[in-house]
């Protein structure tokens, strides 16, 4: 076992054949093994990881009952092998029993003795201190000659710091601000290791001037990863290593592209999605802090709006700016901030009055659009934990399920349709809405989200949705949602490509019933 922490590299300038400048490629860290290929952290996963030519396979450690420490991500065994038990519960004996052939949880020492005599660099991932003290001894009592990193939580490195005095630290950084002299103190890192969607010029820069190597996660196509390199990051963790390899290489091929030109769609697109997931999950966890309907946590209403909603646009607005910091943005509390053809539109919460009252249904509302066009989307609903993301010509997910509404023939019939009222009361041609809809037997649902209710309709919960104004803080995000599920959105002309005008009235609708459901719908605000 060997734990000699690389020395920092900085980029430097290199040239292609015919002389343009260009950038050295950072080195390639595989993302449990190769989970795109085989099963994340198993034996065949770290072997492809290897073959493929990474020069760094990161895996995720934890320790059974009976203090074997073992390959897993999750605290528990059920995502991936179907126990709903905590691992750390589970005695090696059974754990050992679980899958099948080759994909089967392995041991940490298997996994040092698979890459025995390897060029690949295996970066432990530990974030249980117990886990890393395990882990800890079982490197060090190796007789492979595997060369080992760590990366994890602050105690969990501390513990292997202490274990291990001569061990190869990667600081997880999750935040925009760069790293000081202090930070660093403790664990003695010898790598900055940092969520794409945190990567800024003056991060790559400070950890430089620290001495530190620079590793970025979260890259999993060739557009951040080019964007990353021309930053000077060191190396780029990723899922996909053939993808973000031959990324690299076509740029070294045919030259870096220069860093003063404007990105292009696909290059900010990827970025803003990376930070938009990322943002996502970061207001799910404050939301879930702060009890629904506890005026002490903040969130019921003041004067001046809701102290949650406000706490939450600085904190979105903080992430964008630092990444794109020449993008305009448009948030619900705070108004206007100008910038350049994108711009950012936040609803921080969505469905306020329901927070303060205790009703586990709002949401946060992330929307970039380019000239106008929306490009990318995220809802997250706090209360399922549950992120819907869109992309422009990439469709939409939830989790890792994608969004795809078929257009087979549906009837109103036993359906559902959403809307919202117009500030408290219902707008123009509502009766004649529901009238029309119950004479169709179809239920009129109205919840108190705006965001959440047209975004059901590209999840498949429900055959439509309309609201008497469109705004592209409160309903953007929803609305690319349903155009990357194959919804569809419709004003009282017809149907739309990006968004409704602003203050108009639309609907959004499954496809085998948006024909039907827009007469409805139509039908009822002439009556207003």
Same mark, same amino acid.
């Given at each position: 076992? *060997? ?9 430097? $300038? ?17 993302? $449990? ?14 072997? =492809? ?38 691992? &750390? ?20 020492? +298997? ?42 939580? /602050? ?9 291990? %005095? ?26 900055? +290791? ?47 290593? %053939? ?11 045919? @030259?870096?592209? *220069?860093?003063?030109?404007? %990105? ?44 949650? +909603? ?24 705070? @108004? ?35 000239? @106008?066009? /929306?490009?990318?989307?995220? =809802?997250? +609903? ?10 422009? @010509? ?35 041609? !509502? ?38 104004? !469109? ?7 929803? =609305? ?8 569809? =959105? ?8 990006? !968004? ?5 009235? !639309? ?11 827009? *007469?409805?719908?139509? &039908? ?5």
């Amino acid at each position: 076992m *060997t734990t000699s922490p690389p020395a920092p590299v900085a980029q430097v $300038r290199t040239s292609t054949p015919d002389g343009r400048p260009g950038v050295r490629p950072p080195r390639l860290v595989a993302h $449990r093994g190769a989970p795109r290929v085989r099963r994340e952290n198993t034996l065949p996963a770290v072997a =492809v990881a290897e073959a493929l030519g990474a020069d760094v396979v990161e895996v995720d450690v934890r320790r059974t009952a009976d203090g074997v420490a073992v390959l897993l991500h999750d605290e528990t065994l059920g995502r991936m092998w179907g126990d709903a038990r905590r691992v &750390s519960d589970v005695d090696w004996c059974e754990v050992a029993r679980l899958g099948n052939g080759l994909d089967r949880i392995p041991r940490l020492d +298997d996994a040092l003795e698979r890459l025995d005599g390897c060029r690949a660099t295996l970066l432990l991932d530990v974030r249980d201190p117990a886990a890393a003290l395990v882990a800890a001894r079982t490197v060090t009592t190796a007789s492979s000659t595997t060369v080992v990193a760590w990366r994890g939580a /602050p105690e969990a490195m501390a513990t292997v710091r202490a274990a291990v %005095p001569d061990a190869d630290v990667w600081l997880a950084w999750d935040s925009l601000d760069p790293p000081t002299a202090a930070d660093l103190e403790a664990l003695g890192p010898s790598t900055l +290791d940092l969520h794409v969607a945190f990567l800024t010029p003056r991060t790559v820069e400070a950890a430089h001037a620290l001495g530190l190597v620079v590793a970025v996660r979260g890259v999993d196509d060739a557009v951040p990863a080019l964007w990353a390199a021309r930053l000077g990051v060191d190396s780029v963790t990723t899922d996909d290593v %053939p993808a973000v390899r031959a990324g690299l290489a076509a740029a070294e091929r045919d @030259g870096w592209p *220069t860093p003063d030109r404007e %990105p292009s769609e696909a290059e900010v697109a990827a970025r803003a999605q990376a930070l938009a997931h990322r943002v996502a999950h970061e207001v799910i966890a404050y939301t879930r802090e702060h009890p629904v309907g506890d005026g002490r946590a903040g969130t019921a209403p003041t004067a001046d709006g809701p102290e949650v +909603d406000r706490r939450i646009e600085q904190l979105v607005r903080a992430r964008v700016r630092a990444a794109f910091p020449t993008h305009g943005f448009t948030g619900e509390e705070y @108004g206007v901030a100008p910038g350049d053809r994108h711009r950012w539109y936040l609803d921080p919460v969505d469905g306020t009055t329901n927070l303060a009252n205790g009703v586990p249904w709002t949401a946060m509302s992330l929307c970039l659009t380019r000239g @106008g066009a /929306p490009i990318v989307a995220v =809802v997250a +609903d706090p209360w399922r934990g549950e992120v819907l993301e869109a992309r422009r @010509g990439r469709g939409a997910v939830l989790r890792d399920r994608a969004l795809q509404l078929d257009d087979a023939p549906r009837p109103l019939a036993g359906a559902v349709v959403g809307t919202e009222l117009d500030g408290h009361r219902p707008w123009p041609g !509502f009766g004649a809405f529901l009238d029309a809809l119950a004479d169709r037997a179809c239920a009129l649902r109205v919840q108190g989200s705006g965001a959440m209710t047209v975004a059901q309709v590209a999840a498949g919960r429900g055959i439509g949705a309309c609201v008497s104004a !469109f705004d592209p803080v409160d309903h953007g995000a929803a =609305v690319l949602l349903v155009h990357e599920a194959g919804g569809v =959105v419709l004003t009282r002309e017809g149907p739309v490509e990006g !968004f409704p005008p602003a203050g108009q009235p !639309f609907l959004v609708a499954h496809p085998g019933a948006a024909d039907e459901l827009h *007469t409805v719908w139509t &039908s009822a605000l002439a009556t207003a």
